[in-house]
C-alpha cells in the first residue's frame, strides 16, 4: 500500500513537471537591435544572444542581454558605445521584466497572429523605466514568435554625451525578435 502510494506521487509530480514545462518557452537567441537616425547618420546595432523567457500560463516575459554583444558595422561606434555611451564594464547587461497584459486575446494552442501589449520594467545602465510595448506573438505548429517595436529615450536611462541629439537620437527604435523553444 505503501507502495503504491509513493507511485502515486511520483507519478503526479512527473506530471506536474511536465504539465509546468509545457507553459515555459525559453530561447538564448533572441534578437534585439536598436537604431537611431538624424539627418548626420544613422546607426544601428544587434545583438542576436539575448536570453528570455516567456511563461504562456501567466503572461510572464522576461529578457536579458548583454551590452558587449551588440555588433556595429563601424567598430569606432562599437567602441565608443561600450566604453562612453553604455559603460559595459560597469553595467553589463540590460534586463526587461514584464508581462503580457492581454494574455487572455493570445491562444497559444491555436495557429495565428495575436496582437500583443506587453507592460513592466527596463533595466539600462543600472536605471529601471516602466515600458509598456506594442507587438504581435506568432503561433505556428507549436513554436512561438514574438515581435515588437517600441522607442525609449536615451536620457531616461542615464545615457549621455556630447554627441547625443547630434550625431545620436534622442530617442531610439528597439526592434525585438524572439523565436521560443
Known amino acids: 500500500m505503501l507502495k503504491q502510494l509513493f507511485i502515486a506521487l511520483l507519478l503526479m509530480g512527473t506530471f506536474n513537471t511536465a504539465i509546468i514545462a509545457q507553459n515555459l518557452h525559453s530561447t538564448k537567441s533572441a534578437k534585439i537591435k536598436f537604431f537611431s537616425s538624424l539627418a548626420a547618420e544613422d ?8 536570453v528570455s523567457k516567456l511563461d504562456t500560463k501567466t503572461g510572464a516575459i522576461n529578457f536579458i542581454v548583454l ?22 564594464t560597469k553595467f553589463p547587461k540590460s534586463e526587461f521584466k514584464g508581462s503580457l497584459t492581454n494574455l487572455s486575446a493570445i491562444n497559444f494552442n491555436k495557429n495565428g497572429n495575436y496582437p500583443a501589449i506587453v507592460s513592466g520594467n527596463l ?23 514574438v515581435k515588437s517595436i517600441f522607442k525609449i529615450k536615451v536620457k531616461d536611462f542615464g545615457i549621455a ?17 524572439s523565436i521560443y523553444d
Not at 546607426?43 to 539575448?50: D, L, M, P
Not at 551588440?70 to 562599437?78: G, K, P, S
Open 67 to 88: 551590452i558587449n554583444g551588440f555588433v556595429f558595422e563601424n567598430e569606432l561606434m562599437q567602441k565608443h558605445f561600450n566604453e562612453d555611451y553604455m559603460e559595459s
Open 123 to 145: 533595466t539600462i545602465r543600472g536605471i529601471s523605466q516602466p515600458v509598456k510595448a506594442t507587438g504581435s506573438i506568432i503561433v505556428a505548429n507549436g513554436k512561438i514568435t
Open 43 to 50: 546607426i544601428e546595432a544587434t545583438n542576436a544572444q539575448a
Open 161 to 177: 554625451g556630447s554627441d547625443i541629439g547630434k550625431s545620436i537620437a534622442n530617442e531610439l527604435e528597439i526592434t525585438v525578435t
